[in-house]
């Protein structure tokens, strides 16, 4: 933990930078919705096609990337299963894992998403500034 003393501009960049996540995730809440997805749906479909070094991720994976109990996680899986925008395989290499993978109507809707949220990301991306990181305090 830091001994630094946090001046007012070190509580105003904190705040700022709250307020900008605050704004982006309402926007991201809001522009899945109106995509006829949940923010959780497009949550997990993100994590999955940003997961490193291949194109499925395990639930227990996916549990970790969104910060959820693997149950929660399971129930979500089935919920965008039935929308058709995931699968369940059995795995490759392992027959005891399972892999989920995006569908191309998934792969669709999760393109679609990424560019809003990019584009939005970009637009407020200099209220993301945090005090202490990259800044040269300490």
């Known amino acids: ?13 904190l705040a700022r930078f709250r307020y900008q996540l605050r704004r982006f995730l309402r926007f991201s809440e809001e522009v899945t919705r109106l995509n006829g997805v949940t923010p959780l749906q497009y949550q997990l479909m993100l994590q999955i096609k940003g997961f490193p070094g291949r194109e499925w991720a395990t639930v227990g994976e996916l549990a970790e990337r ?41 792969e669709r809707r999760l393109n679609q998403l990424a560019r809003l949220h990019r584009d939005e990301l970009l637009s407020v991306m200099d209220g993301f500034a945090v005090p202490g990181v990259g800044d040269g305090t300490p």
Do not use: W, Y
């Open 1 to 13: 933990m830091s001994t630094h003393k946090m001046s007012k501009v070190d509580f105003e960049t």
């Open 66 to 106: 969104l910060q959820a109990k693997h149950h929660g996680v399971v129930a979500l899986i089935s919920r965008c299963e039935e929308a058709g925008l995931v699968r369940r395989n059995v795995g490759r290499d392992d027959q005891r894992r399972v892999e989920i993978r995006l569908t191309p109507a998934g």
